[in-house]
Nanobody
Framework: QVQLAESGGGLVQPGGSLKLSCAASGIILSINVMGWYRQAPGKERELVAIITSSGTTNYGDSVKGRFTLSRDNAKNTVYLQMNSLKPEDTAVYYC?????????????????WGQGTQVTVSS
């Protein structure tokens, strides 16, 4: 089983910055996709940013130009740098990954979600 450890959420004023981290641990053979989604109260979960194994990134329209997703392959970790934060960025941010892992001697493709980290943008 793979564990996702999220960190970096908190309270920030509009226009400020935060950096989220998500580290995957376990017997991981390869990571196909890894990134972040978010869910605000009363709204559906939406894409923030993801990065593929080839390094291609995909951003949600509302964060393009403000958020940057990067990764450290050696640490199975992704980082989400969030700049120019707005009150509408307030949400619970969830790390997600689709990967290949070794369980009981067998290779398995699996999808994992983190527990979520709260980001609040308010003055």
């Amino acid at each position: 089983q793979v564990q996702l450890a999220e960190s970096g959420g908190g309270l920030v004023q509009p226009g400020g910055s935060l950096k989220l981290s998500c580290a995957a641990s376990g017997i991981i053979l390869s990571i196909n996709v890894m990134g972040w989604y978010r869910q605000a109260p009363g709204k559906e979960r939406e894409l923030v940013a993801i990065i593929t194994s080839s390094g291609t990134t995909n951003y949600g329209d509302s964060v393009k130009g403000r958020f940057t997703l990067s990764r450290d392959n050696a640490k199975n970790t992704v980082y989400l740098q969030m700049n120019s934060l707005k009150p509408e960025d307030t949400a619970v941010y969830y790390c997600n990954t689709f990967l290949r892992e070794l369980i009981d001697g067998r290779i398995r493709s699996s999808d994992y979600w983190g527990q979520g980290t709260q980001v609040t943008v308010s003055s």
